[in-house]
């Protein structure tokens, strides 16, 4: 089930959004892929470990062996085909490790004090600004958010940790987790690991990652 915050943020950015079932076979995937204009790897379940090579932590959860199939070729392929490519929470991770790099797997039992970056979602709203992020002067993120400081919320209890080429980290929040990537020299590909679909409609800045991304796609 897809948030339908995403669709709501497409369609307010003049997108019009085509949710992919992750059911597809490869050669339908493919098909399907190459008629789309941009791409949206949304939030959801962590991916599975041993797809990075690691025993998976006791706190993993949610992993879903088709939706890992499905997603991890559609990032390798935007990136190939240089399609315009918005990756949020889970999809910066996916985008990561279908490009060779590795998770944190759970942020609170393996980086030494590191902020709260999940919350009690029964008692904090989604829109809640956990922590701020520094943001990389110079990058496509600082040209679309106008700003070199954001304030974001967290919902992810993993991270990136080895970060594949050819990404690059171009924002941090203030403990050193990586909170958004992209690839220099690429015409749209940006993934962050804060939820701007629920930022949106309050935060202008937020909507401009949507705007931005059906702009490319429009190109
Ligand atoms: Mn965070």
């Not at 594949?164 to 690991?193: H, K, M, T, W």
């Amino acid at each position: 089930m897809i948030g339908r915050k995403y669709v709501d943020a497409v369609e307010t950015a003049g997108g019009v959004p085509l949710i992919v079932p992750h059911n597809l076979s490869g050669d339908s995937l493919r098909l399907l892929f190459d008629r789309l204009d941009g791409l949206l790897l949304s939030g959801g379940g962590d991916v599975d470990p041993s797809i990075y090579g690691e025993e998976p932590h006791p706190d993993v959860d949610g992993v879903s062996a088709d939706r890992d199939r499905v997603e991890l070729a559609l990032a390798r392929w935007a990136v190939d085909q240089q399609k315009p490519l918005l990756a949020i929470c889970r999809g910066i991770q996916v985008l990561n490790v279908a490009l060779g790099g590795t998770l944190v797997q759970d942020i609170p039992s393996q980086v030494a004090g590191a902020l709260p970056h999940h919350f009690d979602e029964k008692t904090t709203p989604r829109g809640y600004l956990a922590h701020s992020v520094s943001i990389e002067p110079g990058s496509l993120l600082s040209a679309v958010i106008q700003s070199e400081a954001a304030s974001v919320n967290s919902w992810h209890h993993q991270s990136l940790k080895q970060v594949a080429n050819p990404l690059r980290v171009v924002a941090e929040s203030p403990d050193g987790i990586i909170e958004a990537v992209e690839i220099p020299g690429q015409r749209f590909v940006l993934g962050v690991q804060w939820h701007p679909e629920w930022l949106f409609e309050t935060q202008p800045e937020m909507l401009r990652l949507f705007t931005a991304l059906i702009e490319a796609a429009s190109a």
